[in-house]
């Protein structure tokens, strides 16, 4: 009896810990994939909403491949293709992982979502971003960033 009032209690708290309801506002399954030049995204367009990508409802979506590596590889597009509001180089630096929600693209039906913490030319600017490397969506600068320019974009 015991045994089974104490896996009674770690069932109920691994269960609380996802919420039964999608709470992040930006999935977009017919989202593409940007074009890949010069290991980044080429973004077309920044972001108005200052919720995009600071908020966890409404993270930044790299979630286009089954295979987590790739997702991984993503992460490193995406940061690699802006810059500061005053072309300062972006580094960053994953800070925790947090926010668990349902998703039908993990085997174990929950995903979750990576705060990074974002440095400029290697000093910290106070900006966090949340990444979402199970979900699709349209990827765009964040609002307070420039897109980097790429080969192709004539600049």
């Keep these: 009896m015991r045994k089974l009032s104490l896996l009674s209690i770690l069932l109920a708290l691994c269960m609380s810990c996802v919420s039964t309801k999608n709470t992040i506002q930006n999935i977009d399954d017919t989202a593409e994939l940007p074009k890949i030049i010069e290991g980044q995204f080429e973004l077309a367009e920044t972001a108005n909403d200052m919720q ?67 440095y400029l030319d290697g000093k910290s600017s106070n900006k966090k971003i949340y990444v979402n490397t199970f979900e699709k969506g349209k990827i765009m600068c964040p609002k307070g960033f420039s897109i980097k320019k790429t080969a192709s974009s004539g600049n």
């Excluded at 992460?75 to 300062?88: L, W």
């Excluded at 800070?95 to 990576?114: D, Q």
């Design 52 to 118: 995009y990508g600071y908020s966890e409802f409404y993270p930044i979506n790299l979630g286009f491949s089954t295979y987590e590596n790739s997702n991984n590889q993503n992460v490193n597009r995406f940061f690699n293709s802006f810059t500061g509001a005053n072309g300062e180089k972006v580094t960053y630096q994953l800070l925790e992982t947090c926010c668990p929600f349902p998703t039908k693209r993990n085997k174990m039906g929950a995903g979750t979502l990576v705060l990074y913490e974002i």
